[in-house]
């Protein structure tokens, strides 16, 4: 039953009151109004709660502002405060009701879900996930409500069809930015209903849509995964800062991405190794223990009686035998730029199979099948967020109490930062199935820096004399650790064992040639070489990121073996005979994808390094290639120097189709450069239906090209048959001198 209840405060005062346990609170009207002449302009009224000695701030009242539009459920009682600012008084209504009188509408609140995620020591990019204990939780995340009429405690009750109405926006509580730190909430709950906008195309409809940049795309699919959040507020309130959940009550949400029936088709498909692909896990009496048979088969009989006894079945890399979590992938690391990972976990009802830790890489869970409950424990302190590597394994005694407790059901979603220690446990009456994808590992500042510092400093040693002059003479007298705590001359100009000067002016010298460095960063070649680093890991692109719709003299890129063989097993086998397609004059060529081709320098080559040939059953691994010479040779693609502007025109006229003739390259060689790119999946051509040129392609190249470059024809190498190339890396300095 849902009591009605107002509240009103005046000048300058403060309230408290108490949100019992198992209890959701709904704040409705709201008004903030002056009530003498001190009222001053931009004053707010705040509600806050009071978790862990701390306020968190739920909604900021600014004046005339009628409503909150708060909807919150705890699981234990919650103090709740009320400031008003000096001149102006704040009334408040709305209603409390225990989460068992929601009905069926609601009854998911009171559930409690999980997925797990930990970082796999043998996987460069993946997250596993993970579930264990109960703690209480403290304030949960708002909810949209309808406008409430005013009225005392107590004195009426929520008609029914007051009580269903809802607000046609989600709120989360607390309303405040993620960057102010002592009032900030440390997570954001959103609870979405039938008038809340979420996309109405599926996720593979987005992605297979036709003739969109892929760079396009793949944010329309990074928006569709956060739904009803925006990109922008994303990043700006969430990325590494806290937890977002959402439930969407939608549970076909994620339909067609993975399911227990795809799992078994896997299994009976392929051949599943345990340990390498595969793993049974179980989490015990505080104990995870993993449970794969050594070096053997994951037959699907076997694994299906791990899971009938209550082991939870954890997928490594399933991206590489399944196409739609292929396709996923594929176009999300086209979002973030940088290698992401995947894994699965089906865990039996009432079961946990992993541990309480935290990862070294950003998660994101979505929840496909059944319900689980999970736990989030915030880091101790700033040293441990955005940590470098995972955690061990914590007792339930190490980690405290949840900062939430909630449950995730089919169709919901979660995002949490890397250092966020969880757990999760599948709920009493269902098994569950969630797919966890990781991305940010070892892609920090730190990593770029790490890279960077180091020629920065070898390249101010070629330019700067003051780094090449010698240390002072004896600098040991000063420097050293039994020199460390005496005090500086700033500190102590009387101290009788103060430091000769000389120490603060080494201590200074110092500070004055780092300095020098950021001058000397090769930001450029840095780039390039990471760039490389992640071309050369990621996935080959799904095809649904070069997809276009039908058009006169369309020739496609020769697709990816991984695209043709649909999977792991059916690598093997003959390969279909490839029909060379003709290039003429009047040819028009594209790029497949915005990132389908990698420009670089490396000592005097222009270098062209493409995904579009990656092993898809490598992704996410460490196993070493064996490449065969056809393999290494489609790794990079080696020109002459002078021949880099043409591939500048190629990648910067993305995504229209530029005239081959434009790309400046001698006719002798165009139709064996062109060709090339085609081949290895780089570009689509595209022949004119009615293709004519006012002059020769001769003159018609050299006219074009001294309009772009203003430099003669550029000469053209063969592309490179070293098959030892993919060991080598761009040097970047060398990059970065040759480039300008």
Sequence with gaps: MDLFWGLSIASGEENTFVCPADHTLHVGQAALVASSAAAASGAVAKLYCVHGGAKFVLCVLAPGREQFRIWTTFANSVTFGLEAPAGYEVHLTGNLSHVHDHGPQLSSDADVADSDADSDANSDADVESEEAADESAPPKASKPVAKRSSGPIGAAELQPEQRNKRAKTVAAAPAVPATAASNAAPFSELKCDQFTSLPKKTGHQIADELGLDSAVKARKFFQWLIAPVSVDEFYDEYWEKKPLIIHRRREDYFKGWL?????????????????QNLNITKYEHGQRSTLDPPDSVATADDVWRHFEEGCSVRLLHPQQYSD??????????EFWGCQAGVNSYLTPKGSQGFAPHYDDVEVFVLQTEGAKRWRLYLPADDAAKLPRYSSKNFDQAEIGSPVVDFVMEAGDFMYF?????????????????????????????????????????????????????????????????????????????????????????????????VDRLAASLPVDAVADRMAV?????????HPCLSAMADMPGLVRPNPP??????GKSEAKGKAAK??????????????????????????????LYSPMQNKREAHATKESQVLD?????????????????????LINSYPDFVPVTMLGIDDAELSDVITTLWEQGIVFLREPPQAASPAGPGS????????????????????????????RRPTPKQSASKRR
């Design 259 to 275: 399911s227990k029936g795809d799992m078994d088709q896997m299994l009976r498909k392929h051949t599943l190794r345990y340990g």
């Design 324 to 333: 739609p979590l292929w396709k996923l992938l594929s176009v999300l690391e």
């Design 417 to 513: 930062p890397r250092g966020t220690i969880h757990q999760a446990v599948s709920v009493p009456d269902k098994h569950s199935l969630h797919v966890t994808v990781s991305t940010g590992l070892k892609n920090s500042w730190f990593d770029f820096l790490e890279k960077a510092v180091p020629q920065a400093l070898q390249i101010a040693f070629e330019e700067s004399i003051e780094l090449r002059e010698s240390l002072p003479r004896s600098y040991f007298d000063y420097t050293g650790i039994v020199h460390a705590d005496a005090p500086s001359d700033a500190e102590d100009a009387d101290a009788d064992a103060k430091p000769p000067p000389a120490r603060d002016e080494f201590k200074d010298r110092c500070a004055a040639l």
């Design 533 to 541: 680093a992640f071309v050369q890991s990621r996935l080959p692109p």
């Design 561 to 566: 073996a991984s695209a043709k063989s649909g």
């Design 578 to 607: 490839v029909v060379k397609p003709k290039v003429t004059q009047h040819t028009m060529v594209r790029l497949a994808t915005r990132h389908a081709a990698r420009l670089v320098i490396e000592a005097d080559t222009a270098c």
């Design 629 to 649: 010479k056809e393999e290494a040779d489609s790794l990079c693609l080696e020109y002459d120097l002078d021949f880099a502007p043409s591939i500048e025109v």
């Design 700 to 727: 018609a190249s050299k006219h074009q090209r001294e309009n772009l470059f203003g430099t003669p024809a550029p000469k053209l190498l063969t592309p490179r048959q070293d098959t030892k190339h993919q060991q």
